[in-house]
């Protein structure tokens, strides 16, 4: 009669409902007219129905359940693939590998305060492609040299509705993200080269470059920006080595750097992430680095007992973290 009713449950350490629907289907493809040259096509689809989160449920209002429903709507994800090898010794490469993906996915978060008639549906599509290209050379018996590209392209779609369960009727409501791209291009070599039959080292670099594209609506959120657009690059790159002085003693060295670029998800959304805080976008949100160096010690005692000893260090810097903001 347009009223929620709360029902104890009798037992608090079940949770219910916990059931939920689950399809997947899968389908693959291979093609081999030569040696050399072998296709294979991939494609997968899966689907969930709604469910309950539980967290937001035992959320407390005036001794009452905040939330008359709080639900993840159908989670959806379907993938096509295509991979092409090519194994040839030419000039440049003796293996060529290209994967091609396009992948689609959704999700929906659905939310109704305790005897509320408007319930907040807010959806978030994304179309995701992506293009490898790697090469493999060996030469002689102790080079081995690994190299390619790399490019990802992700459209992120993001809409609110608000929507009156007891007329049926519904309005546009703010949306989790703002409407965005982003995309990141990199290439990258890596040598492996057999120095003696006790030393072994490999080196790489990789370039990396990231773009991201943004438009905010400010007619919820009185935010101080309407977009961003940001494009930023990053050199990595790592050295190692195995050393075995003797048989079954090994000892090895690895020192590298990396970056983590921010996405969508760190930069832009708005996000109530527990109670009494709100995530709000940084537009300004820069990329994460990290330096590393591990050490390792290995002993074979006999044929069947193998002691290892590893230890590393880590060195964050500009970490991507919350802060309290006005």
């Known amino acids: 009669n347009g009223m929620d009713v709360i029902v104890d ?26 040696e050399k040259w ?7 689809y899966s689907s969930t129905s709604e469910y309950s989160r539980y967290d937001y449920h035992l959320r407390k209002k005036n001794g009452n359940p905040r939330y008359g429903e709080w639900n993840y709507g159908p989670q959806k994800w379907m993938m096509n693939q295509l991979n092409i090898n090519l194994t040839s010794h030419e000039k440049f490469f003796d293996q060529m590998s290209l994967k091609l993906a396009q992948q689609f996915f959704e999700e929906s978060r659905i939310s109704r305060n305790l005897n509320s008639s408007k319930r907040e549906i807010r959806t978030e599509k994304v179309n995701a492609w992506s293009g490898n290209l790697d090469f493999q050379k060996t030469f002689g018996e102790k080079n081995q040299l690994y190299y390619g590209l790399e490019y990802v392209f992700d459209d992120v779609e993001s809409t609110g509705i608000n929507e009156n369960i007891s007329t049926g009727s ?11 791209s982003w995309c990141s291009m990199a290439a990258y070599l890596t040598d492996q080269i057999k120095v003696s039959d006790q030393f072994n080292v490999q080196a790489g670099l990789r370039y990396n470059i990231y773009k991201i594209d943004a438009t905010f609506d400010t007619t919820f959120y009185p935010f101080p920006f309407t977009e961003t657009h940001s494009n930023d690059g990053a050199l990595t790159g790592s050295v190692g080595f195995v050393y075995k002085p003797i048989e079954k003693f090994e000892l090895s060295l690895n020192a590298s750097t990396a970056f983590r670029s921010p ?8 996000f109530d992430s527990e109670p009494g805080s709100v995530v709000v976008p940084n537009p300004d949100l820069k990329a994460e680095y990290a330096y590393s160096l591990d050490l390792g010690i290995a002993k074979m005692f006999g044929n069947s007992i193998k002691a290892d000893i590893s230890g590393y260090y880590t060195y964050l810097d500009n970490a991507m973290v919350r802060r309290a903001f006005t």
Not at 170 to 180: D, V
Not at 263 to 270: L, T, Y
Request: glycine share 6%; no cysteine; charged share 20%.
């Open 38 to 44: 072998d296709f294979n096509y991939a494609y997968h």
């Open 263 to 270: 996405n969508i998800d760190d930069m832009g959304k708005v």
């Open 9 to 34: 449950n009798p037992d608090p350490q079940v949770q219910v409902p916990s059931g939920y629907n689950q399809s997947n289907f899968m389908q693959k493809f291979r093609f081999k007219p030569s």
């Open 170 to 180: 519904s309005e546009i409501g703010p949306s989790r993200y703002p409407m965005s």
